[in-house]
């Protein structure tokens, strides 16, 4: 069912809370103090509202990422480069088997706006789903005053190596980014630069891990270093990662320090396929038919690689790509 003209609209206001209901297609969102509600024509979802502002905030900062973004089992997006697909019940057997089961496509522009109106009006000041819970307050109660800053963390692009003179400042106390509770034991050594002549100025280098220990935001990347369809980001991880993320292609994790546990579940079913501990110096892939969803005990940084080649993700749908990278012979 595709409706690629459809926008967001404000739907009522309610008086007891504060906070307005939106429709979107044919679904419709609205929250109470403590959870979300989306209805469809044969069916309604309800969902923590933490955890459905979590997933939320990062699935528009994202730009919806590469394939699926469960907001539980039942609820999420799923990428088409250009559009989307918002569902509920599609990729679980139970609610198939029903028949009450939804699937809408939009325009992404016009995801991006719902999702981005709907945050707005169930985000009060003090709440940053994007900090780790241990780290902001509580979304739940009625609505406060409407928080004025960016719900989001712009990308910010370097035209340089960071640090290099003429571009952005590394991350210090001076620019508000002090070394997180969760790394204040690491050694931040700067690395010994020694250029040769006729190169000073053009050479740099900085300590990764004291930039991302200095990252406020969890499950959310934190540099990223893109060479044509390769991107490479990092990450400071707390809590559990917020949605539940189905891959359309292989992802490989790199775990740089502390501790991430990974539930990994079949795409299509949600049944559970196997659990990964990962530690310092592991390395593992994500295969391309599966959900997983992350649990860090403590704040874990972790380096993700993505193959962002374009129409990929229809090589890995059609066959013609096993689902995992390397065959052990
Ligand atoms: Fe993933």
Redesign the pocket.
Known sequence: MSVLDAKVERLSTDPATGYTAFRLGSFTFRRDEYFAHVSWPKGSHIIEVDRFLRAMVRDIGWGF???WIFFDDIFGTTNHYGTVDIFAGSYDKGYREAGIDHLETFTAEAVSEAFEAISRDWISEGYDPLNAPLETGSPIGPKGPERTDPLLRAFIAADRMLGLPGDKPVRSDETGHPINRAFADLEYDAPEIECAPGFEGQLHAINLFEHIARSDVTWNPSISAVTRANICCVTSEEHMLPVI???DRN?WFIQLTDEIHWSIADKETGAPRGRVVMRPGDVCA?PADI??QGFAPKRAMLM?MENGTPGLEQRYASGELKPYPVDFR
């Open positions: 990422f590469y394939g993320h189905g891959n992802e994500m959900r997983h993700v």
